[in-house]
């Protein structure tokens, strides 16, 4: 997308003949171009910050889910293993 950005803004440049974005005369058109991909820009950069949150978030959940799930399997053995030496005593 920023390619497409960058030509839109060399295409109306090219047309205008200006180059220079502090001459008076430099195209509408480019200005808001411009604006409309740094805003892009922005964008992206914020939405791979929350991405890279959801990433960390979501590993965080997955060790805390591993450590549940392996509490949960010594319990298991634990009991079983309590069964079996209550059934030896009858």
Same mark, same amino acid.
């Given at each position: 997308? @920023?390619?497409?950005? #960058?030509?839109?803004?060399? #295409? ?11 001459? #008076?005369?430099?195209?509408l $058109?480019?200005?808001? $171009? ?5 805003? $892009?820009?922005? &964008?992206? =950069?914020?939405?791979? =910050? !929350?991405?890279? @949150?959801?990433? &960390? ?7 805390? +889910?591993? =450590? #549940?799930? +392996? !509490?949960d399997?010594? !319990?298991? $053995?634990?009991?079983? &293993?309590? &069964? ?5 005593r009858?």
């Open positions: 997308m @920023d390619a497409a950005l #960058v030509r839109e803004i060399t #295409v109306e440049e090219d047309r205008a003949g200006i180059h220079d974005m502090a001459n #008076v005369a430099y195209p $058109v480019a200005k808001a $171009v411009q604006q409309r991909r740094e805003n $892009v820009r922005r &964008s992206i =950069k914020e939405l791979m =910050k !929350r991405l890279d @949150d959801a990433r &960390s978030a979501m590993a965080e959940a997955q060790d805390e +889910f591993r =450590k #549940v799930e +392996f !509490r399997e010594r !319990r298991q $053995v634990r009991d079983q &293993s309590d &069964s079996e030496i209550d059934g030896r009858l």
